[in-house]
């Protein structure tokens, strides 16, 4: 029997929030997620800042597998998600972010703009992808090939792994 993984999507919109704008990435990441046998909640769609905060810091304390936010990542001065985020991380996973640059910069060069931050808060991986549809795109690109690995090692070897007691 499978254990049942969850994972939440974040979207960090304050014009989406407030209805003038419509969300597209939230629920490309939302199914992505779901093809990998995760359930979702969301994609949870919130104004930029202090409520994007609170909205990954829930879904830690829920025990979600995954948060991946979309928005926020940029230089405007409301884009504060990776502000937000990076102090409820444990583990920071910079390379994620500078592998969804790179990708990202083969199409575009605003890529290398992303502040985005990556990591773990206990054993949630938490991803703050950009806004863009490119920029979700690159970004479900690098996680694919690493993300069953990323959460089997954060859980720790098994006793019959073969790796030995943890040090």
């Not at 199409?107 to 808060?121: D, E, K, L």
């Not at 970004?139 to 070897?157: F, K, M, N, W, Y």
């Amino acid at each position: 029997m499978q254990v049942s993984r969850r994972a939440s999507v974040i979207v960090a919109s304050t014009s989406a929030a407030a209805g003038r704008a419509a969300d597209t990435t939230g629920p490309v990441l939302a199914g992505w997620l779901a093809e990998r046998g995760f359930t979702v909640a969301g994609p949870l769609v919130v104004a930029d800042g202090q409520p994007v905060r609170f909205a990954v810091d829930a879904e830690i304390a829920t025990g979600a597998s995954v948060v991946l936010t979309t928005g926020g990542t940029g230089v405007s001065p409301d884009d504060q998600t990776p502000e937000m985020v990076a102090p409820l991380l444990d583990v920071q996973l910079p390379g994620i972010i500078e592998a969804v640059r790179r990708r990202g910069e083969s199409s575009t060069p605003m890529a290398v703009i992303t502040r985005g931050v990556a990591g773990f808060a206990g054993r949630t991986l938490v991803v703050t992808l950009p806004g863009s549809s490119g920029g979700v795109e690159d970004g479900l690109a690098v996680l694919d090939p690493i993300l069953e690995h990323l959460l089997t090692q954060r859980s720790g070897p098994r006793a019959d792994d073969g790796h030995g007691p943890r040090r």
